[in-house]
């Protein structure tokens, strides 16, 4: 099997600094785990925020302290740190080798989507952001580690994408199409998601968007990249346009 994760993000029209973080960290006992902050507001106060969150959960996790508990932590150093006057929405997605599972911590009003040969399925539970309420606690879900499997998390920038404007993102149809039709490449899935929600806001994000997506999928022994797979081969890719 290979996994394949891939992010697309933007910040909110005219500002220069997105204030979602994404942050991925190599498990001590195997696997990866990514985290994903959205601060509360936008631009450089909100970057701020979700930095000091990232890091926090991104450094527990890189101890072996599990998902749910780096969540915790994670909520109790920004409570303490800003007195429970700043929130922000927290996931933990990982790939845990030792459990063979994809585990999912959520602390934000925007679900997570689960797509396998069974179907489609919205991990939308209520749910607290960090910072605020005493005792805030994440949600937690496990999934085997399995082939045919997609999981896409994003922040609230797309879940409000065209409101402006009267329209709105039917991110779960989109999402199952994409599977449908594309073969549930990661990459297009993820930029196809951005790529409509600006279409909505016109062009002119109304708030910081970020998509970020998992998928497994079997490789055939005529893969291009099976041999690569066989072999333990790891590839990341980063783009980064600058002003």
Do not use: W
Not at 37 to 44: A, K, P, Y
Not at 152 to 175: C, E, N, S
Not at 202 to 208: C, L, N, Q, V, Y
Not at 211 to 222: E, F, G, K, Q
Request: glycine share 8%; charged share 20%.
């Amino acid at each position: 099997m290979e996994v394949q994760v891939a992010v697309a993000k933007v910040a909110k029209y005219a500002t220069g600094e997105s204030g979602d973080t994404v942050e991925m960290i190599e498990r001590p006992h195997g696997g990866l785990s990514f985290v994903l902050v959205d601060g509360q507001r936008s631009g450089r106060s909100a970057k701020a925020i979700s930095n000091l969150v990232a890091r926090k959960a991104i450094s527990l996790l890189a101890e072996g302290v599990r998902d749910g508990a780096a969540a915790r932590a994670a909520h109790d150093y920004l409570y303490t740190h800003r007195g429970g006057k700043v929130l922000a929405t927290l996931n933990v997605l990982s790939v845990d080798l030792v459990s063979r599972t994809i585990v999912l911590s959520r602390n934000s009003h925007c679900p997570i989507l689960i797509v396998t040969d069974e179907g489609l399925r919205i991990f939308d539970e209520p749910s607290r952001p960090v910072g605020v309420y005493r005792g805030t606690k994440p949600l937690v879900v496990e999934l085997p580690l399995q082939a045919a499997t997609t999981v896409v998390l994003f922040t609230d920038g797309l879940l409000d994408a065209g409101k402006r404007t009267g329209q709105a993102l039917d991110i779960p149809a989109t999402v199952q199409s994409l599977c449908d039709t594309g073969g549930c490449d990661a990459q297009a899935i993820a930029d196809q998601l951005l790529t409509q929600a600006l279409q909505l806001d016109e062009g002119r994000a109304s708030d910081d968007i970020t998509v970020l997506v998992l998928t497994v999928r079997a490789c055939s022994p005529d893969d291009t990249f099976a041999a690569l797979s066989a072999a333990n081969v790891r590839r990341m890719s980063v783009t980064f346009p600058l002003s």
